[in-house]
């Protein structure tokens, strides 16, 4: 029994040094990956975006809650600090979405969640051509609830009437790269965001 | 699609609900081809999923003479440059595309996603970081990663879209080729 103790420990403690090595700076991925490394938010770049943020003008209203996940793991290949996001959506008085429940579920990979961003982008780009030079903005994906569409999601830090504010730009991706679509299938259904941008006021 | 019909780069959204978005479909007599735009907030270059997708056309058609002919073609603009390209990808080796189309989708680090669109979107996500990190030179980092191996060829329209320039790399072992353009009449 010791010696079966032991070994558990071994196992345990040798795959935890291969887990996190080397510790890198997160914008340091280039999408190569090294092996058994961990991307690691050292300057905590992705701290400015994390809460929850409310969209609202009467008949449409979202919510949006982002948390940081520490080391998510790309299935134990390599490890990397994330935004990961979940969101309620509701239209005329009509829950369209609501996938807040699936923080409950805590995936190893934090890329499962709706939202799981840490491309960090500094200045006019892709995403933001009115970025102050400076300017962080995080560039990722969102996946829907309805289907199993993606969209470019973009996160940009604002001000409204010297509020903390989120806009964030969606915008759905073509259906079919991932999943084969054969032309004897039904549509795909619509998404359950629009494919626009919001501005939302941080809670 | 095109709600206002202004045939503009830029989408002006239509009703609330709908979406810009093309379902990509394979198989039957028919098709050998599509035709999309990468939007303002996507990489101005084809994807790896436009690679997945001309190697889904190719095994999905039932009309196997047509193989020779699949294609797909990309719209793209770039937002910093305000340069729009059109590209076309065709296949020149099946089993090159085949074998490595198969070698990036089954890599373990993408294994555990729930769908295969998360999955491709994860592929995406490093596909956009290999750009930045490598100054946005999306010619020359995309045939860098798919131009010699993926059994692929890489066409460019020309500024008055009335011809064809292969794409390709001076010296694919070097860390920073020559883009090279080759008309193609």
Redesign the interface.
Known sequence: MKTLIKLIVLVLFTNNCIAQNPILNITDDNGDQIQGAYYKDIQNLLDPFVGIYVYSNGTTYLKFEFRKKIMSSMNNYYFEDLIIGEYQYIKNGITIADTRNSFLENYANGGNHSVANNFINTGIGIGCQDCAPTENYLRGGLSDCLSDRTAYFVMRKTTVNGQEAMKIGITWRSDGMGRNRTVNEPPTPQPALPNTEFILIKQ | MNFDAELLYV?T?GA?????????????NF?IGSM?NH?????PIP?F??L??LR?CYV?TERVERRPLIFSMVVCNN??THVTNIYALKINDFDALNTMVNSVWNN???????????????I???????Y???NYEYQRVFLQKYGTTFGIDLFDGNTSYTNWSKLSISNPTAPNPTVISTPCN
């Open positions: 989408a959204p609330d609900g709908d979406n810009f978005s093309v379902i990509l479909k394979t198989g039957g098709i999309h939007s303002q907030d996507g990489e994807s999923g436009d997945k997708w889904d999905a937002q910093t373990p680090k993408y294994a555990r996603y729930a769908t295969d669109e998360k999955k491709m979107k994860a995406h996500k490093d596909e956009a970081k290999l930045e990190a490598n």
